[in-house]
């Protein structure tokens, strides 16, 4: 019998159109921020309704710089969730904030807001969500505490491109939203970000520390005498900055993704409402579910949780899928366990049981737009197999 070839958990969908606009962009000459990424944004502004989409080197300086443009004194805190990308916990950081943890439901994987209630101190500046998978957080109830305590919201929304919250689209409503455009989520740029907000000050600040601390806006509004252009010398640096600035070789991308992604998720939702049917009923392992409010999951990720009592654990089943040319992942540890956060903040394991209970036994199932129901159906079967 052939070998079978490898399923991947992710993988992008890349058009040939697309890679005629990087070749075209190439030739052009121009490969770092330029038109390509102008119109990108532009496209951005239009896709979320918003004034400011400020595009970026990826998703974690992203947040960095829209934690940063919020000025956390040492000793702010900023709630987030134990279980998320550490970068949602080292950006809290290095912007100069505390990071706080609220447990998370056991069925969304979300945080819980009230967990987030009681959460807040006197010190608290900021809650970050983090829309887990795609699944959209309840974000009437993070909100509604915010405004409460006066408090900013940075949501992660690194899975959450085309997600819905009560019929409106993530990132077209609300404070501050950074979206990733990495390889493995819904839609890509190689690496790239996007901070979304319509705050104008928080933007200005965004792009000030995008570029070097250069404030290109004010010089725009003083010209040059002999009109030199911008780039030149005589922009002012306002501020130490970083360069974080997004290339027009990653907008060539962006220009034919963004149009495409309504049906990558399309097609993504349909596999997971399919993995949903088919691994009903396996031993040991629990299914995610789905909040009681309307919403759009966006299914960046199809996370199943092998149980204690199960067969084999986590691990030996990552090492059994790849046997069978399955490829999985682990989305995530949770962030307490990780030794920097157990030295820097003394979390233990015991103090997040919920997403400590998940972060034991979850995996990454292949799903991508271009995974065929016949490899889907190897999957399910391996698990059957492996687990049954
Ligand atoms: C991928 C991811 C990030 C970081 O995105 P990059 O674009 O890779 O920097 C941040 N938070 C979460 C939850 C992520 O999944």
Not at 95 to 123: E, F, Q, S
Not at 155 to 180: I, P
Not at 278 to 293: E, F, H, Q, T, V
């Amino acid at each position: 019998m052939p070998a079978e070839k490898f399923i991947p958990f992710a993988r992008p969908t890349i058009s040939p159109a697309a890679i005629a606009e990087v070749a075209a962009c190439l030739r052009s000459g121009w490969l770092a921020t330029g038109p390509r990424a102008a119109k990108f944004e532009e496209m951005l502004r239009a896709y979320f309704d918003t004034p400011h989409a400020l595009c970026c080197v990826s998703a974690t300086l992203g947040l960095w710089m829209a934690l940063k443009a919020l000025e956390l004194q040492p000793g702010d805190e900023v709630i987030t969730t134990p279980l998320t990308f550490v970068a949602s916990l080292n950006t809290i950081v290095l912007a100069g904030g505390t990071p706080v943890l609220a447990d998370v439901d056991r069925g969304t994987y979300n945080m819980d807001p009230a967990k987030v209630a009681a959460a807040i101190t006197k010190r608290t500046r900021a809650i970050m969500p983090v829309h887990f998978a795609g699944c959209p957080v309840d974000l009437d109830a993070i909100y509604a505490l915010a405004k409460k305590h006066r408090l900013r919201v940075v949501e992660d929304c690194a899975h959450a491109m085309g997600a819905e919250f009560k019929g409106r689209r993530v990132g077209s409503f609300g404070d501050v939203q950074v979206f990733s455009f990495h390889p493995n989520k819904n839609m890509t740029t190689g690496e790239g970000g996007c901070v979304v907000t319509r705050d104008a000050k928080l933007a200005r600040r965004i792009e000030i520390q995008r570029f070097h601390g250069a404030d290109r806006a004010s010089w725009k509004t003083q010209p040059h005498p002999e009109g030199l252009s911008e780039f030149c010398v005589h922009v002012d640096t306002v501020e130490a900055g970083l360069k974080s600035n997004f290339m027009d070789l990653q907008a060539a991308l962006g220009i034919h993704q963004l149009p495409a992604l309504a049906g990558f998720n399309k097609k993504r939702g349909a596999l997971a409402a399919r993995y949903l049917q088919k691994l009903r009923g396996i031993p040991g392992l629990s299914l995610p579910a789905a909040p009681r409010y309307k919403h759009t999951h966006a299914w960046h990720l199809f996370t199943p949780v092998v149980e204690r009592h199960a067969k084999v654990n986590r691990d030996t089943l990552i090492v059994e899928l790849k046997k069978r040319q399955i490829g999985a992942g682990v989305h995530y540890i949770a962030c307490h366990l990780l030794s920097f956060y157990q030295k820097n903040y003394g979390w233990r394991r015991g103090d997040f049981p919920v997403a400590e209970s998940i972060s034991d036994g979850i995996l990454s199932l292949p799903l991508f737009p271009l995974l065929t129901l016949r490899d889907q159906d190897r999957v399910v079967r391996a698990l059957r197999e492996i687990l049954g």
